[in-house]
C-alpha cells in the first residue's frame, strides 16, 4: 500500500495503482541549526551511537529507527545548555542489538580521547537492549578518573512522554558531579521525579518497556539524581572523580561465547563452541547444568576454553561446592563466577581474555574483582 | 436574528464511546471506575515534540508554556499501557467493526488500510501525550443533504480529577468521531443533525450510554468571523444556544474592533512594574503576588470590560489567554475598583502610568517577575489580535455551563499529527466491507413497535431510545406482552426513579420474573411497583413477591369479594353498579396486589350484579 498523507494530518493507506503523480512536494524542514552553548560551563563530550533516546519514523518498515545525532538531542533538550557546554562526536546511529565488541572497542577509544581532551564528563548515548553489555565493556577497558555516564530510553524520543529528557538532563548531571567510574543513569521509578546511577557491570535491564527497567543487581545503586532539581547525591561506595588514572586497555577477545542452560539441553549444542577461547554459562540456581552437559564442558575446558558458571537466578552467588553435579562441573574444570551477572562475566572474559595469555592468571582476574563486578560478600538481597 | 445574511457556517463533530469489551490499544476492561478506587498514583512532565514534517503544532506551543507535572490515579482496571509504559496492542477488531457498521450506515468509503496516528495533546490529558486516532471511512450523506466527511476511531482520554490530576480508567476507551462538512446554517439546523448522528449510533446497540459518554465539537464561523472549534458539549439540548452565543461572540468582537479603529486605539508591547504601588493593598489576590505589572492599552476603555456573550467579555478573552502563563487571571479597569482594589489604588495607578480616560489598565500579577511578563505579553497577543483585520482568532475554546465558552489553544493543525509506529496498519478488504451488516434504525424500529405492538409513537420513540431497549427485545421474544414491558420500562420506572428509589440496584432479571409472574397471574401488574421498591430495598425477588402478592386463587378472591360487599351492603344496594369504582380500591388493598385489577373488577362485578339482581 501507498501511504499517503491528507490535509488533516491524517495517513491512509491505498494502492499504489489508485496514485498518480501530480509534483514534487516541497523541501522538509531542514537539519536544526547548531545548539547555542554557554563555554563558561564545564566540558561534556556527547558520545552517540543510537538507540530510543535519538530515534524516528522509519518509512523503510513503518516502525521507529535510530536517526538522530548529539547535535540533535541537544536542540531537542534546551535544558542541557543550562549544565555544560558540549562536544558531540557521532560514533554510530545503531539500534543496540547491532551492537559488536569491535564498536565497544572504538567507543572506548573516543571516550578516552575524549577524557584526555579535557572533558569533565562523558555522556554515552546508547540503545537499552546492550546498554548494559556496553557500559561493563567500557568499565573494564578504561580507567577513567572522569564520569562515564551512559544514557537512554526507554520511551522514543518523538513522544511528549519520552523519558529521554529527564534521563539526559540527569546523566549531564551525573557527568559533572563528583562520579568517577562507569555508570548507567536512568529513570529509579516510573515517575519523572529521579534517576538512579547504577554502576556499569552491576547494572541489568529487567523490563521490556518501563521507563525504570535498569536496576543494580546485588547492590545498590551507587548515587541518585533528582529531577529537576538535578541535584546529586552519590553513596559512599561510589567511586570519586580522580581516584583513577586515565588508561586504556582496548583489546578484547571475541571469541566468547554465553548460553543459557534449559532442562533437556542437548551436549550437541556445545560443540558449536569448540575453538571458543571463552564460555560464560548462565547456568540453574547455584550454577548447575545437567550432568549430561559435562563430558561436553570437560572436553572444551581440556581444549583450552576458559568455562565460566553464573546463574540464571541473576540474584545470589555460584556455589558449585553443594551438590554433586556442581562438585563434578568443577572437576570438569569449570570455574565458579561468583556473583557476576551472566552478561559482565561475558564481557569480562572477553577483556581478560584479550589482555592476558596466562590461563591461570586468567582465572584468577575472573574471581577478582576488578571494577565492582563481584562482591566479596552477599550484602544485598533481592 | 438572521443567520444566513451572516452567513453562518457549521460543522459538527461527534464523539461518541464504545461498549467494546476491551479497550482500544490493551486488553483492558472499558469500566468507569471510583475516584477512590485507584491503588496506585505516578507523575509525569510532557513537552511537544516535532510532527512528521519536521514542525511543532501551535497549540502545543501553547500548552509548553508552564512547565506541569502531572499526576495520574491507575487502578486493577488499568495497565502498563495507559501507563505509557508498554507499546499498545493491535487495533480492537471489535471497535474497528462498530466504526465500519456506523459508515456503511452513512453510506461512506472504508479506507483500504488505516493507519494509526498520533495526535499530539500535552495538556495531561493523555500519558503519552497524544492521543492515537485512525481515519476509517470517508464521505458519507445525511438526511438533510449535508455530508459526512470523515470517522475516526480515536482512544478516549484521562479523565480530569482536578487540575493537574488525571484518572486514567477512562483513557484507552474506544471512541468513534465523526464530522460532518459545514453544512448548517442555522443554530437549530445543528442540534437536528447531532441528533440524527446520535440516534444513529445509538441504533447500532454498541455504543455506551449515560452522561459523558456522548460529546459534541461544534465548528462555527460567521462571514466576517474565524472558524472557532467548541469543545465538549454534553448535553443536546445545548448546542443550538451554544452556537447563537458564539455568533453574538463573533459580531460583539466584530463591533468593538471597529470601535478601536474609530478611537485610533494601539497597542504596545511591554508594560512596566508596578509592584510597589500596591505594597498595602487589600486586594488578597495582589498581596499574594511577588510581582504586578501594569499594561497600558491607548483607546481600549469600556471595550474590555463590554459583554460579548452572556457573562464574557474582551477582558476574559485576555484573561484566559494569561492564564497559560500558570496565572490565575487578570485585572482590569474596566472592571475596578472591586476584587479589594480601592478606587484610591486604581487613581493612582492611572496617574502612575499616565493612562488617560479613554485607555484601559491592566493588571497582570504572578508569582516571579517572569510569569507576570509572560501573562502581559500573552495579553498584548490578544489586545493586538482585537484591533486586527480579523479581530476573532481562530481558536478551539470550552464550553462553559450555560453555552458561553471560554478560550482554550489554538485551532491546532496538520502539524500535531505523528505516525504511530507502534500500531501495524489494518487494511479492510472488499470481503470485510461486504459482510458488515446495517442495523435497524431506532426510528424505524419505533415504527415498526408502532406497528407490531400497538404502542404510541412517542412511546415507542422512547423505548427504542432507551437504554433498556435489549431488555424490552428480550421479554417480548419470552412472550411478555409488549405493553406490559413498555409500561415498566417507560411508566413505572420512571415514576419509582422520581421517588427516590434506586433504579440502578433492580436487575434486568428481577424486570423478567415480575413481567411473568404478572403474565402467569402470581402478581397484579399494579403489584409491580411494589415489587421493585421492595428490590432496590435490598429484597429478593421471591420474597419480595411472597410479601407483597401472596397467591390468592379465584375461590378466594370471590369470597373476599362477597365479604367486602356483605360488610357495606347498604352502599351496595344504594349505588348498584356504581359501587363498582370505589369498592375496586377496597378490593385491591385486601388482595395487596397479588391479584390482577382486571379479575378483580371482572369478579366484583359479578358480584354486584348478584346482590343488585337478588334484590
Known sequence: ?382 | MDYKALGLVAGIEIHQQLDTKEKLFCHCPTTLREIAEHNGEFSRYLRATVSEMGEIDRAAKEEMKSDRKFLYYAYDTTCLVENDEEPPAPMNEEALSVCLTIGKMFGMTPVPQVHTMRKLVIDGSNTSGFQRTALVALNGTLPNGGQIETICLEEEACQRVKDEVFSLDRLGIPLIEITTSPCMHTPEDVQKVAEYIGMALRSTGKVKRGIGTIRQDVNISIAAGARVEIKGVQELDLIAEVVRREVQRQQSLLEIRDELVKRSAAVTDGGRDVTDLFKDTKSTVLKKAKKIRALVLPGFAGLVGREIQPGRRLGSEMSDYAKKCGVGGIFHTDELPAYGVTAEEVAMLRSHVSAGAQDCVILASGSSEKQAMCAVAQVVVRAKIALSENPVPEETRKMLETGSTAYMRPLPGAARMYPETDVLPVAIDAARWNAVTIPELLTDRADRYVKEYGIDRPYALQLAGSEKLPLFERAVNEGIKAKLAAFTILSTVTELRRDGTDIAKIPDEAYLAAWHAVEKGQAAKEAVPEIFRSIAAGCTFEDSLKKLAPAVSREELEAIVRKIISERSDFVAQKGKGALGPLMGVVMAEVRGSVDGKLVSEVLRKEIDKVSNGK
Request: proline share 5%; aromatic share 4%.
Open chain 1, 1 to 382: 500500500m501507498a501511504v499517503v498523507k491528507l490535509g488533516s494530518g491524517y495517513n491512509i493507506g491505498v494502492p499504489p495503482q489508485a496514485c498518480s503523480f501530480i509534483e514534487h512536494a516541497g523541501p522538509q524542514a531542514g537539519k536544526p541549526a547548531a545548539a547555542a552553548q554557554n563555554n563558561n560551563l564545564p566540558l561534556l563530550s556527547i558520545v552517540s551511537t543510537g538507540g530510543t533516546i535519538a530515534s524516528r519514523i522509519d518509512y523503510r518498515t513503518g516502525s521507529v529507527t535510530s536517526q538522530f545525532d548529539a547535535n540533535d538531542i541537544l536542540v531537542a533538550i534546551p535544558e542541557l545548555a543550562e549544565i555544560a557546554h558540549y562536544r558531540t562526536i557521532p560514533l554510530a546511529t545503531i539500534l543496540s542489538e547491532n551492537m559488536t565488541p569491535a564498536i565497544w572497542q572504538d567507543l572506548a577509544r573516543a571516550v578516552h580521547d575524549e577524557i584526555k581532551g579535557g572533558a569533565r564528563g562523558v555522556i554515552v548515548t546508547h540503545g537499552t537492549d546492550t546498554m548494559a553489555y556496553s557500559a561493563a565493556a567500557l568499565s573494564f577497558m578504561i580507567d577513567s578518573p572522569a564520569p562515564i555516564v551512559f544514557v537512554g530510553s526507554q520511551r522514543s524520543a518523538d513522544r511528549p512522554s519520552s523519558d529521554n529528557a529527564m534521563n539526559a538532563v540527569s546523566a549531564a548531571a551525573a557527568a559533572t558531579s563528583d562520579l568517577g567510574e562507569v555508570a548507567v543513569v536512568m529513570h529509579d521509578s516510573t515517575n519523572d521525579d529521579r534517576c538512579a546511577i547504577h554502576r556499569g557491570t552491576r547494572v541489568r535491564k529487567m523490563h521490556t518497556s518501563r521507563r525504570d527497567a535498569f536496576r543494580s543487581l546485588g547492590a545498590d545503586p551507587v548515587g541518585y539524581v533528582e529531577y529537576p532539581s538535578r541535584t546529586v547525591t552519590l553513596t559512599p561506595g561510589a567511586i570519586r572523580r580522580g581516584e583513577r588514572k586515565l588508561a586504556l586497555h582496548d583489546n578484547l577477545e571475541p571469541h566468547c561465547g554465553l548460553i543459557q542452560f534449559f532442562p533437556g539441553m542437548s551436549p550437541d549444542i556445545l560443540k558449536a563452541y569448540e575453538g571458543y577461547r571463552g564460555l560464560v554459562i548462565a547456568g540453574t540456581g547455584l550454577g548447575h547444568t545437567s550432568t549430561a552437559l559435562i563430558p561436553g564442558l570437560r572436553k572444551l575446558s581440556d581444549d583450552g576454553t576458559l568455562v565460566v558458571m553464573t546463574s540464571q537466578c541473576m540474584h545470589g552467588r555460584v556455589c558449585d561446592r553443594v551438590y554433586d553435579t556442581g562438585r563434578d562441573l568443577l572437576a570438569a574444570g569449570v570455574l565458579e563466577g561468583g556473583d557476576l551477572l551472566p552478561e559482565a562475566a561475558l564481557v569480562k572474559l572477553m577483556w581478560v581474555l584479550g589482555n592476558e595469555k596466562s590461563p591461570e592468571k586468567a582465572k584468577a582476574l575472573m574471581q577478582n574483582d576488578l571494577k565492582g563486578e563481584c562482591t566479596r560478600r552477599s550484602a544485598h538481597g533481592l
